[in-house]
């Protein structure tokens, strides 16, 4: 066993940390206030090769390991988590499946573009009434001539109003159960394909979130993924992937949530000397400190099982599921540490807080992650 980070991981970490440092830092609380979707940055890292970094050089990626995609997501999200999620839902969600399950000529048309960042990707499964409950979805896709007509409503879309290309998925057969449910891809500009206005957000407010309409909208049958009925492998595949990149980017709110409450308790003075010498404080610090750690291992190791080629489901959501409520725990504590300070609009813990929530929400609940350990662990 060895713990230790490839001279090309420790790399990447590094150039990902000066990039943030560089462009996103300085503009993150402006992010924030105005839930502008971040063009430039995501322009810049495009130009940098971050946008398809785990996808083979032949389709526009840079053919790293799953585990420095996360490390590159992990950093990004010590800055800005919203940023961190905008590159991690583009890869893993959308870019993810087009790679595993598609052909040859839907690699070259769509995941190539998509990898090298000039375009951007969105994954659009949950519907008003269909969230943990997949199965509850209830988007047809029905065949006519070469076409599928897709009709439906689906809902948060992350990217989704900035997006050139949604993964999507609609009941071909729903009689077939969950061999009935397909996945499509389908450009922004297929007629009948109707972007709803941007959602305001709690947190990660600088991501674009929206409703994806289809009505009557026409789909070639090439653009089908996977083949009729895999849908819902497709869509827990994705999630495997995801769950990583949601981990990594609980962790990068941790880190930050620890620097700025190291930073901040040694140099406020209460009663003649900083809060860091209080006991009390020390804990709160050891206990972000030792959470930390344990998600780096949890996250490293499912994303070290996916580039090894093993099974991974189980600890892509143990490793979700943790960090996510460690990321929760620890920014509310790190607010504490901060007083009445953190409390204000512009101190990063306040906006840490409110990002951290929806890791414990999106690409499944952290009830959604007890049910797929449960699954695993009972069977
Ligand atoms: C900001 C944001 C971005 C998102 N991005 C995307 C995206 O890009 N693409 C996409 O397809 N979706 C996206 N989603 C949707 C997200 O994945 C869902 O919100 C999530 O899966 C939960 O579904 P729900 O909101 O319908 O909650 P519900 O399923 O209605 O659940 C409500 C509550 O009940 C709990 N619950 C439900 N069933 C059970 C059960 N059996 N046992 C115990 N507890 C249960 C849940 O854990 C949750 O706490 C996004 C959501 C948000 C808010």
């Not at 060895?2 to 940390?17: A, T």
């Not at 560089?22 to 940055?41: M, N, Q, S, W």
């Not at 979130?209 to 869509?235: Q, W």
């Not at 880190?255 to 209460?270: F, G, I, N, T």
Request: aromatic share 8%.
């Amino acid at each position: 066993m060895d713990f230790r980070l490839s001279e090309e991981q420790e790399l990447v970490k590094s150039n990902m940390r000066e990039f943030a440092l560089k462009y996103v830092e300085p503009v993150a609380v402006e992010l924030d206030e105005t839930a502008r979707y971040p063009r430039e940055i995501i322009a810049k890292l495009a130009e940098g090769g971050w946008m398809g970094m785990p996808f083979p050089t032949q389709y526009g990626g840079q053919g790293t390991e799953y585990l420095t995609y996360a490390l590159a997501v992990e950093e990004l999200s010590r800055s800005c988590a919203a940023t961190g999620f905008t590159m991690s839902v583009h890869t893993s969600l959308a870019l993810m499946p087009i790679f595993n399950f598609g052909t040859d000529d839907q690699k070259k048309t769509f995941l190539t573009p998509l990898a090298k960042g000039e375009k951007i990707g969105a994954f659009a499964l949950t519907e008003p009434g269909a969230g943990t409950d997949v199965g509850a979805a209830v988007s047809t896709a029905v065949l006519d001539g070469d076409e599928y007509v897709l009709n439906g409503t689906k809902t948060f879309c992350s990217n989704g109003p900035v997006a050139d290309t949604y993964v999507t998925f609609a009941w071909t057969d729903k009689s077939a159960g969950p061999k009935g449910l397909t996945c499509f891809i389908v450009p922004r500009d297929t007629p009948g394909l109707k972007v709803g206005a941007h959602m305001m957000k709690m947190g990660i407010r600088a991501s674009q979130t929206s409703d994806i309409i289809f009505k009557d909208c026409r789909v070639p049958k090439a653009n089908v993924l996977g083949g009729e009925g895999s849908g819902m492998k497709i869509a827990m595949n994705c999630f495997d992937h995801g769950r990583i990149g949601i981990a990594a980017q609980s962790i990068g709110i941790i880190q930050a949530a620890l620097d700025e409450s190291v930073s901040y308790s040694k140099q406020r003075v209460q009663f003649s000397k900083p809060i860091s010498k209080n006991q009390a404080v020390q804990w709160w610090l050891v206990d972000m400190a030792t959470d930390l750690s344990a998600c780096r291992f949890l996250t490293y190791h499912a994303a070290w099982l996916k580039d090894q080629g093993q099974a991974f489901t189980k600890e892509a959501s143990m490793a979700k599921l943790f960090c996510a409520e460690a990321a929760m725990k620890h920014t509310i504590k790190a607010v504490q540490v901060h007083g009445g300070l953190g409390y204000i609009k512009g101190v990063k813990v306040e906006r840490l807080m409110r990002d951290a929530k929806i890791t414990e929400i999106y690409e499944g609940s952290s009830e959604a992650q007890r049910m797929v350990i449960g699954g695993n662990i009972l069977r």
